[in-house]
């Protein structure tokens, strides 16, 4: 995608327990401009999201601790209009339904690309 558009007064939350994958994620957003916060595992998610307010949240469903699911369930608990984008390499119709059911905006299958990234953050943001 070559538009990058300029995000910088926006806050993303990166929420990913692999910490390769989590760091291409956020040399992705980098080009954005947008600040980033991270998170490795669900009670992380939790407090990042009530210390920075995202706009929106890349929310890996397998973490350590609290999974994905229970940590958005908990987010939009404070911040009901916060958008929050599943990613995950598990790709069942069951595990796509219950991230939506969470209150997820949307999903994203591993592995990802700028491209995946860059069109899920332009369609909510």
């Not at 796509?96 to 997820?104: F, P, T, Y």
Request: glycine share 4%; proline share 3%; charged share 25%.
């Amino acid at each position: 995608m070559e538009n990058i558009k300029d995000l910088s007064n926006k806050t993303i939350l990166v929420v990913e327990d692999d910490k390769f994958t989590s760091l291409i994620i956020q040399n992705f957003l980098a080009k954005t401009k947008a600040k980033i916060v991270t998170a490795y595992n669900g009670e992380q998610a939790v407090e990042q999201a009530r210390a920075h307010n995202p706009d929106l949240i890349f929310m890996d469903l397998k973490l350590p601790g609290i999974s994905g699911h229970e940590a958005t369930r908990r987010i939009k608990e404070f911040l009901p209009n916060t958008i929050i984008i599943a990613q995950t390499a598990f790709v069942t119709d069951a595990d796509r339904a219950e991230a939506l059911d969470s209150g997820c905006s949307d999903f994203l299958t591993k592995p990802l690309s700028s491209d995946k990234i860059y069109r899920t953050l332009y369609k909510f943001l």
